[in-house]
């Protein structure tokens, strides 16, 4: 397996509603393969020169390196922020079992 074959990427979203539609849709379009919803999250960021807060929601998009930039396009299509978070770590490690189902679940 090649180390950088897969990705974790992070994306914040504004409710559980919309981390329902787009984790849904990406595993349906098998851009990923799995996608965690994490409530709770507190962001703390500057936009348009002022500091916000805000209650999101964090995704965690589990899939492929080379599938990176069909799912930052679909990203930009679907997502409702006019700059939405997409920031990928590559994998490490993974077990043969889990490596063997993400990659089914991405072709």
Not at 31 to 53: D, H, I, K, M
Request: glycine share 4%.
């Amino acid at each position: 397996m090649p180390e950088d074959e897969f990705i974790v990427v992070l994306c914040t979203v504004p409710d559980d509603d919309c981390a329902e539609v787009l984790g849904r849709a990406l595993v349906e379009s098998r851009l990923a393969a799995c996608v965690n919803a994490l409530p709770g999250v507190r962001s703390f960021y500057r936009w348009q020169g002022e500091l916000q807060t805000a209650d999101e929601v964090q995704l965690l998009i589990k899939t492929r390196r080379s599938h990176f930039d069909g799912l930052q396009q679909w990203m930009a299509e679907h997502h409702p922020y006019e700059v939405p978070e997409l920031v990928a770590h590559p994998v490490a490690k993974v077990s043969d079992l889990y490596a063997q189902w993400l990659r089914e679940q991405t072709e």
